[in-house]
């Protein structure tokens, strides 16, 4: 599955922006849910000097490997299944 062109050049702009110290973690509101966030801002200066943070993405809450599966290697177009033991703690 191929990552879409939007996606790649988006991350090249985070990556940029944390390469020049230009990144920022901001708390915000989710505008549908009204949830908390902690979003991923590149941080920018407008013509007029104000500031300008551009949201990129937020955390996860809880733990992301419960929150995401990964793609899957043996199918391109599929994903890992949910592991049943998926939320349980695991010692290291």
Known sequence: MAIP?????NFNTLLRAAGDGNLALMECLEAVTGKRRYVLCAVSRA???DYVM???GHLADGNPYDAY???DPDDPDGFLPKPADAGRQVDD
Do not use: S, V
């Open 5 to 9: 062109d939007h996606a790649r050049t």
């Open 47 to 49: 013509e007029d000097g």
């Open 54 to 56: 551009t949201p990129f």
């Open 69 to 71: 599966l990964p793609p």
